[in-house]
């Protein structure tokens, strides 16, 4: 069959034009992809050789995408066209291709592509995906992204809240009316209505509110031109989407101020929570860089094929590379984890926090809600990484039903895993840059926050791990049982909820569990209730073993009582909370266990130097081997053990 169309010939093959891209063999394509979602059949099919192949994939665009194989004998093709979920804007857009060797009948490929198209395309009345907007500063794209937030607060009531207009203002905002001569306004939490905030890396030293300049920057105002460019970019997105007031932590927190800096801390949630929109910079490594006008790629894609439309036309899609290419950086694919902004711990918050963002990404800009992630002007948009917050928080209504314990502990696990990942600049702020996300759990569970952990689950909590070890902190900054007293990637296993309450009664009968006595913490101001804290002392009411180590065998064992009167409780794997000596004499409490020997979860401590009657958390331990008959265990006098 002779292609006769001009665009089909410089795209395609003579073959590909008279099977696949045939009027008829795109309408199979098409029809049958969009009437079932069943794997084994529908779509279209054609044969070729793989010499054919081969030999076509020098110039045409759709033979390149397939398999490039040095044998004879002939292939199979199979493509089908589903709607995708996965990424946004929602609609067709996923061309699924098999390609099978006839032969042996074995698939050598089963890849899944990514369609998009430019707005003025004949494609677009079909494949809904855009490429980018690269220039953000234009009149054209402020008009879309605020289109976009009317759209969310049209259609995304389920689970985006409306926006507040009648919030309280933060202590000081800046006002942004005249967006050339911005003024620090002064509020007292007297004022109310909708406020933008700023979530960006800092990077480098920046002007900053303090006691001193405070009043000029009041009445006359902050000088546009002598502001970091982040700032200044702030000031007129706040501006240009039709709003007056913005929150900047360097210049709405007295900087010189430490009981300034306690009261706005504790406030952080409300800040953020309550805010019309956060503005997130996620693309610039420091303040000076700026968002608005960084250069942006427009989306290289992988190639072009032909695309024939329903009423005759013929018009042309791109197809994406995949979010896990990654070669080419953002110009291919999108991956939010390569952000500056990703990796800055004090950013976590004010990145789940906010009931909707405009995110200033590295390749575009890209609107963030509580129900999905989109690239302004419909651009193909990849799944954004991380979670969401449990919603329940953002519901005016009160909840139909209490959140399940185990789902609400997983999403606990989850901020905190996605947190300690990040880094921060300040030790010391290991548990003030996570309180804004402890409240908003603290809502929704209505439990006592101690120090990272929760009192309802505490036993359970106690159990979390370190992945990436480091010295331990030579300045205090929480009890030892805390998280927050040690560096780097905290993890905890999901599993344990199920071993904590079994739902096999031969399971419940052989569980034991320590005892929480008392959990008492202080913190360093009762205005940041989630925040630093300078002590804190836990007591179990448990077993006490002694834990040792024969390195001869490299094992690491539990034992109670001394000498021909001691006996074992199995080997042990242990789980070190920091780089640090362990040569003086280490104990093990138990806190989780199955009398047949199956498990057993428990911390690992000493003696508290100084301090006779204290111990200190070094790290957790899990029983392993096979099962074992520790009923005895039963029958040994439990004692109180407590752990600054």
Request: proline fraction near 5%.
């Amino acid at each position: 069959m002779e292609c006769s169309d001009s665009l089909l010939r410089r795209l395609v093959c003579q073959e590909c034009c008279g099977t696949i891209f045939s009027a008829e063999g795109w309408r199979s394509v098409m029809a049958d992809g969009r009437a079932s979602n069943n794997l084994g059949g529908g779509g279209y099919k054609y044969t070729t050789t793989w010499a054919a192949i081969k030999n076509a994939a020098r110039t045409c665009n759709w033979c390149k995408l397939l398999p490039q194989r040095h044998v004879e004998g002939g292939a199979q093709v199979i493509v089908r066209y589903y709607k995708d979920t996965s990424c946004t804007p929602v609609g067709d857009k996923l061309l699924t291709v098999i390609v099978e060797d006839l032969e042996n009948r074995s698939k050598i490929m089963n890849e899944d592509f990514l369609l998009y198209t430019t707005r003025n395309n004949e494609a677009a009345n079909v494949i809904k995906a855009r490429d980018r907007i690269t220039h953000l500063g234009t009149e054209e794209s402020f008009g879309m992204a605020k289109a976009c937030i009317e759209n969310c607060v049209r259609e995304h009531r389920a689970k985006c809240p409306p926006p507040q207009s009648m919030s309280v203002l933060p202590d000081r905002v800046i006002d942004c009316v005249d967006s050339s001569k911005p003024k620090i306004a002064l509020t007292n939490g007297q004022v109310y209505g909708p406020y933008v905030t700023l979530s960006y890396v800092w990077g480098v030293p920046q002007p900053m509110l303090t006691t001193k300049n405070v009043s000029k920057y009041t009445t006359d105002g902050l000088e546009i031109a002598n502001l970091p460019q982040s700032i200044r970019d702030a000031v007129t997105v706040t501006n240009r989407i039709g709003q007056r007031y913005l929150w900047i932590d360097a210049l709405c927190i007295l900087q010189d101020s430490p009981e300034d800096k306690i009261v706005q801390l504790g406030k952080m949630y409300a800040i953020y929570k309550n805010s019309y929109l956060t503005i997130n910079a996620s693309g610039s490594r420091s303040t000076y860089e700026g968002f608005l006008h960084q250069p942006r790629p427009q989306r290289e894609p992988r190639t072009t094929i032909p695309f024939p439309c329903p009423d005759g036309t013929i018009g042309t899609v791109f197809i994406a590379y995949g979010i896990f290419h990654g070669k080419g950086g953002p110009s291919q694919s999108y991956w939010d984890e390569f952000e500056p902004i990703t990796w800055r711990g004090w950013c976590y918050q004010e990145k789940v926090l906010p009931a909707r963002s405009l995110v200033y990404a590295s390749d575009t800009l890209k609107y963030y809600c509580q129900t999905e992630t989109v690239n302004i002007g419909g651009a193909l948009c990849e799944p954004s990484t991380g979670m969401r917050l449990p919603h329940g928080v953002y519901q005016t209504a009160p909840l139909e039903c209490e959140l399940d314990a185990v789902q609400f502990r997983q999403s606990w696990l989850a901020a905190l895993f996605q947190y300690t990942m990040r880094n921060l600049t300040i030790s010391s702020d290991r548990l003030p840059a996570f309180a804004a996300i402890s409240e908003h759990f603290s809502k929704l569970n209505h439990d006592q926050y101690l120090a990272g952990l929760w009192r309802k689950t505490l036993l359970l909590d106690l159990l979390w791990e370190v992945e990436d070890k480091c010295e331990r902190p030579g300045v205090y900054r929480a009890p030892s049982w805390s998280w927050a007293s040690v560096d780097g990637l905290i993890s905890a296993e999901w599993g344990l909820d199920e071993l904590a309450k079994p739902q096999d009664t031969e399971d419940a009968k052989n569980l034991r569990i320590a005892t929480v006595v008392d959990c008492q913490v202080t913190v360093a101001s009762a205005l940041a209730p989630y925040g630093e804290v300078t002590g804190g002392l836990l007591t179990l009411s448990g077993l006490l073993f002694k834990v040792h180590s024969d390195e001869a065998v490299d094992e690491i064992t539990l034992s109670f009582g001394s000498g021909s009167e001691s006996r074992s409780a199995g080997s042990i794997l242990t789980t070190r909370d920091a780089i640090e000596d362990w040569s003086d004499e280490l104990y093990a409490v138990p806190l989780l266990w199955n009398v047949r020997g199956s498990f057993m979860y428990g911390l690992i401590i000493r003696r508290d130097s100084g301090m006779t009657l204290l111990y200190q958390r070094l790290g957790r331990f899990q029983g392993k081997g096979s099962a074992m008959d520790l009923a005895w265990i039963d029958a040994l006098p439990r004692q109180e053990v407590s752990i600054a």
